[in-house]
């Protein structure tokens, strides 16, 4: 059972930045593609960005120019950077570990994210 712990989040104003990490157990962490998702109150989860396992990414239409994702092989981690956030932007932030085309079933605890004035 792979183990999902992402970390990062916190409470912004609109325009500032944060960074997001999400640190994944088990051997093989190079040959996944990782996601990220949120969650906002009352909404369905979303598909924020997704990182196949030879770097090539996706975006939301709603955080493309804004968000980054990234991985560090080494480290097992996969990251978000979020720049010029926004209070759309509030929500539960989670990562997955899946196939390029299919999301695996195993979630963290998440990390709220909450942009403010």
């Known amino acids: 059972q792979v183990q999902l712990v992402e970390s990062g989040g916190g409470l912004v104003q609109p325009g500032e930045s944060l960074r997001l990490s999400c640190a994944v157990s088990?051997?093989?962490?190079?040959?996944?593609?990782m996601r990220w998702y949120r969650q906002a109150p009352g909404k369905q989860r979303e598909l924020v960005a997704l990182?196949?396992?030879?770097?090539?990414?996706n975006y939301a239409d709603s955080v493309k120019g804004r968000f980054t994702i990234s991985r560090d092989n080494a480290k097992n981690t996969v990251y978000l950077q979020m720049n010029s956030l926004k209070p759309e932007d509030t929500a539960v932030y989670y990562c997955?570990?899946?196939?390029?085309?299919?999301?695996?079933?195993?979630w963290g605890q998440g990390t709220q994210v909450t942009v403010s004035s």
């Open positions: 997955n570990r899946g196939t390029t085309n299919t999301p695996g079933n195993g």
């Open positions: 990182i196949t396992s030879n770097g090539s990414t």
């Open positions: 088990g051997p093989f962490f190079n040959i996944y593609a």
